[in-house]
């Protein structure tokens, strides 16, 4: 059973840090690629970052940029979002989701969340004083 499990969300101070993690398991992560997206209470599903299959390229939306980084560890079967620099906007749940890629494709990198098909169930992430 293919499962991907968020961790590291929580209350923190605005200007602080924070590691989410996105585990898989039932299925290696080599050949996917991985997007965060978040959604706060009343809006949209959002996406954050992206990172491809091959780890080459990575992308962020734009309110997140230079606070944000996603990286991925193929030997732990894990992406890391660390987020700095952390604003009260910024309070949403998170979500780490997968898409198998080819290797033709393997340095794309998607922040559409529709082309995603296993999500994980979320890790909460409030910014608050």
């Known amino acids: 059973q293919l499962q991907l499990v968020e961790s590291g969300g929580g209350l923190v101070q605005p200007g602080g840090s924070l590691r989410l993690s996105c585990a898989a398991s039932g299925f290696s992560l080599d050949h996917y690629a991985i997007g965060w997206f978040r959604q706060a209470p009343g809006k949209e599903r959002e996406g954050v970052s992206c990172?491809?299959?091959?780890?080459?390229?990575?992308n962020h939306a734009e309110s997140v940029k230079g606070r944000f980084t996603i990286s991925r560890d193929n030997a732990k079967n894990t992406v890391y979002l660390q987020m700095n620099s952390l604003k009260p906007e910024d309070t949403a749940v998170y979500y780490c989701?997968?898409?198998?890629?080819?290797?033709?494709?393997?340095?794309?990198?998607?922040?559409?969340?529709?082309?995603?098909?296993?999500w994980g169930q979320g890790t909460l992430v409030t910014v608050s004083s």
């Open positions: 989701a997968a898409v198998a890629r080819v290797p033709l494709f393997q340095s794309l990198c998607s922040m559409g969340a529709a082309e995603y098909g296993n």
């Open positions: 990172v491809s299959r091959s780890g080459s390229r990575t």
